[in-house]
């Protein structure tokens, strides 16, 4: 996963790209986790890739009997061990979302929201194949992108980033159609439907796309 998120854009630097989200940005925010939370069912048991510091944890962690956030960075995980320190069943573990230690079939859910599936920056086709192994046969592995819609507010967000000097300067001579890129490395595109239709051939499972707040697309792989 991308060393991007280990190294500069981790922990408290991480929680401040939120803090200065704005109301549009805040909405798109809260939209995604609600529309998660009406997929998880009482009493299953969640795994969420690339859960930084475990901001939307606490928040799904009502209708689970377990949830796990994996991700990268160590200071973010041990970070988020005080954000998660008052609820319960929650497990925080430093993991490579390509490379999870856990048996197949051990979750109900697997969510990946926010465009990790971009901003991992690895092979979507393996990062989907893998969250499909650990996902039960009649649960639902869940990635989210971005609309094209939205592209205004989240160039917006990134900007305000960029000059608090979280992420890099934005070049806007490559900065277009979906694609964000910071004069530091930092990049960012658009997973669309179409691409979510290359990367889960072979697959055998429905895929349901749903556009959500005019913010979010999300796909649901259905096994």
Same mark, same amino acid.
């Given at each position: 996963m991308d060393a991007y998120y280990s190294d500069k854009l981790s922990a408290e630097r991480l929680r401040r790209c939120y803090e200065l989200a704005t109301l549009r940005v805040r909405q798109y925010l809260e939209a995604e986790i609600d529309f998660v939370r009406r997929k998880i069912q009482l009493g299953d048991w969640v795994l969420e890739l690339g859960c930084g510091y475990g901001r939307i944890i606490p928040q799904l962690a009502a209708q689970s009997d377990l949830i796990v956030g994996i991700d990268t960075s160590y200071s973010s995980i041990m970070h988020g061990h005080n954000v998660i320190k008052n609820t319960n069943h929650c497990h925080l573990l430093v993991m490579n979302? &390509?490379? &999870?230690? +856990?048996?197949?079939?051990? +979750?109900d859910r697997v969510i990946c929201i926010q465009n990790g599936i971009s901003a991992f920056h690895v092979d979507p086709r393996i990062l989907i194949r893998e969250a499909v192994r650990v996902t039960k046969p009649g649960g639902s592995a869940i990635f989210s992108s971005y609309t094209d819609e939205f592209w205004p507010f989240r160039l917006e967000w990134f900007e305000l980033q960029a000059k608090a000097g979280l992420v890099g300067e934005i070049d806007y001579d490559k900065t277009k159609n979906g694609v964000i890129v910071c004069k530091d490395g930092f990049t960012a595109t658009t997973v669309r439907p179409e691409d979510i239709k290359e990367y889960t051939k072979g697959i055998k499972a429905e895929i349901r796309i749903e556009v959500v707040d005019q913010s979010s697309v999300f796909y649901e792989i259905i096994l």
């Open positions: 979302a &390509l490379q &999870l230690g +856990f048996p197949d079939q051990t +979750f």
